[in-house]
């Protein structure tokens, strides 16, 4: 089991900048990746950024360029770096785990952070 906690979403301004972190705890030393999804109102859960074991990163194409995925593994720790903010980036965003093993996979989610974006 992993738990997931997030934290530093808010308000902002278009063009202005967050910072948001995820806790991971429990077997975090079976997880295979880590990143973010994000959940717009009417809208299906979509990836925004992960981070495999081997640091290899994938990003939405709509954040490339402004946001950044990190990890700390000695804290058990990712962090997604968002700069030049939209509108459109409004949502909220879920920590998300995948541990895979040889027969099957599991995901872990956090409870979400809201991050709102205003004009």
């Known amino acids: 089991q992993v738990q997931l906690v997030e934290s530093g979403g808010g308000l902002v301004q278009a063009g202005g900048s967050l910072r948001l972190s995820c806790a991971a705890s429990g077997s975090t030393g079976s997880i295979n990746a880590i990143g973010w999804y994000r959940q717009a109102p009417g809208k299906q859960r979509e990836l925004v950024a992960v981070?495999?074991?081997?640091?290899?990163?994938n990003y939405a194409n709509s954040v490339k360029g402004r946001f950044t995925i990190s990890r700390d593994n000695a804290k058990n720790t990712v962090s997604l770096e968002m700069n030049s903010l939209k509108p459109e980036d409004t949502a909220v965003y879920y920590c998300y785990a995948l541990v895979a093993i040889p027969t099957t996979q599991f995901q872990y989610w956090g409870q979400g952070t809201q991050v709102t974006v205003s004009s």
């Open positions: 981070i495999s074991n081997g640091d290899s990163t």
